[in-house]
């Protein structure tokens, strides 16, 4: 169940709906959660919702490599001498395009270019484009 107060008492299974399938998608692969302290001097690099790679012992890959992860500041907390911060795992996958200009190609008569920065509409029945690459992913 979903409960917010701009469904209303009917609600509104449409935008539930787009809702929970976002929901989903974020936590399809459960996302690392890392705490570390930051001494008060570097607090001008420290920007809530800021992008950081982390890398350490903490998120190596399954046969123990270690791998710097993309990461988004969820938390800070400014103390007397050092700054509490807590970031997630910021990968979000898929095929991103950006809403392009009226008029438009088809997919099948658009560039390469076109394509790669631009993004398509399919049937969800479908699945795939006819040169068998996926959908893109809207916001």
Known sequence: M????????????AAAGVIV?????????????IGLSVDIKDRANVDLAG????????LETA?????PEPMQINMVRTGDDIIRVEAETYSITGRFGFW???PQADYDTATVLEKAEGAFWMDDTIGVFPDGTGPYVYF
């Open 2 to 13: 979903i409960y917010t107060r701009w469904f209303g008492d009917v609600g509104d299974d």
């Open 21 to 33: 399938e976002r929901l989903l998608a974020r936590y399809y692969r459960t996302p690392n959660v």
């Open 51 to 58: 992008l950081i790679s982390v890398s350490s012992y903490l």
């Open 63 to 67: 046969v123990g490599a270690g791998q």
């Open 100 to 102: 392009m200009q009226d």
